[in-house]
């Protein structure tokens, strides 16, 4: 049995009946990670002394009642998320020893605490676009990560570790950041799922912030049910985190799989959101067919204000994250990569009208979308315009192209969910984005999960998989 390979939701189900030990899948884990991370280069650090103490200790803790929801699945973070004992660069030659909030690195992030609650096993941290201001994971400081469907093209970013150590199997979950598409990207580009929860609903306390304003954290996986899983195990609120909203979570889980007939769900078609590679349009379009076939109503339709609220969400974050690295890039301007010390420069010099403009934009166009979703349950679009680029080029054109369709639901903080909907002739995966209105993770998450029991995009695996069993 090829371990690395399972769902979580199967995983489990092994542990619980007793034919696979903890240990057995963070064995499997680590050596895919021999095998492949000198080529996929998803890992910044691997901890298999840590993975090996927690497998083992979720193995004598198995069989009891207490054991948590991820009980033995091992898991990685992206390079952003504090681990005590672990550093974390943030993908830079800069030491991060604190948060803006102040939480040191000697104290794990509040996601990372839920996360071993639950009774997760960590593997290490994973690589990412410098600081996360990017869409490519074409790091100078730590090296490209690659997609493992295509090493010369690109796996996203910036939480592009994250969905390379996915498809590659090197994980079973991971969690990403996200604050213009970072999580979504990745996971439409390596052809795996990204859920982008609501503005509020996940603790940002320990994270090296990016924006302020914009910023998720997010799980990321194989499956929609592994991700529901994930979402369930770190969604609630921190009321140490000054940006938590107390908003109850829904159970997830319980009707993930009750489908979407009788539902009205909106499919983009706009000047904005149809100026998208073909192939890619064709492959929404036929999702859209595709919960008809479930009995939803698909209208087409357009919406409010998407290259707007691109355009703000870029001008935001790069003002944000220049206020952040404000002494780094007084003092060390050199030590950044030249498309994030470009961006950072940009931020920098937005004027105060300017940046109160883009925030006022945020404000109207959340209400608009919120006014928008009052008369459909879930909105169905490309994640990216295109599949996967090839490596190389300009990085800022790069994010301005990839976030397109990404961006505007991180500046209206709304619940966004990608996951496979078909493939390219060349052999790229395609992304399609779920939104569903404000703290309505659980929509989005269910007609992801009717849509891939309908389907089989996620069954298919990189070629570099067989070369390497």
Known sequence: MNLAALSILDALDLIRRGEVLPPDLSRACLARIEQLNGTI????????ELAQQQSQLAARRSGRRAAGALHGIPVAL?????????????GSRFAFAETAAGVSSERDAFVYTKLRAAGAVLLGKLNLHEIALGVTNENPHFGDCQNPWAPAYSCGGSSGGCAAALASEMVFGALGTDTGGSIRIPA?????????????????RGVIPLSWHLDHVGPMARRVVDAALLFQSIAGYDPAD???????????????????????????????FNEADAEVLAAVQQAGRVFEALGAQVERVALPGGREAAAANR??????AAAF????????????????????????????????????????????FEQFFADYKVLLL????????????????????????????????????????????????????????PWAEAAALRAGMAYEQATDWHLRRPPLLAENI
Do not use: M
């Open 41 to 48: 280069n998803a890992f910044i650090t691997v901890t298999p």
């Open 78 to 90: 992206k390079d952003l998320i504090h681990v005590a004992g672990i550093p974390t660069t943030a």
């Open 188 to 204: 439409s580009l390596c052809g795996v799922v990204g859920l982008k929860p609501t503005y509020g609903r996940v603790s940002l």
């Open 242 to 272: 000054p940006y938590a909203q107390n908003v109850p979570c829904k159970d997830a889980l319980s009707n993930l799989r009750a489908g979407v007939r009788g539902w009205r769900v909106a499919l983009a078609e706009d000047a904005y």
């Open 315 to 320: 001008l935001i974050t790069q003002a944000d």
């Open 325 to 368: 690295h404000r002494q780094r890039l007084a003092e060390h301007a050199d030590w950044f990569g030249e498309d994030v010390r470009q961006r950072l420069q940009n931020g920098a010099e937005t004027s105060l009208y300017d940046y109160q403009q883009a925030r006022r934009t945020q404000a109207r166009l959340r209400r608009s």
């Open 382 to 437: 490309p994640t990216t315009p295109i599949a996967a680029p090839r490596r190389g080029g300009d990085a800022v054109e790069r994010a301005r192209l990839l976030t397109r369709f990404t961006a505007p639901f991180n500046l209206t903080g709304l619940p966004a969910l990608s996951l496979p909907c078909g493939f390219t002739q060349a052999g790229l995966p395609i992304g399609l984005q779920i939104v569903s209105k």
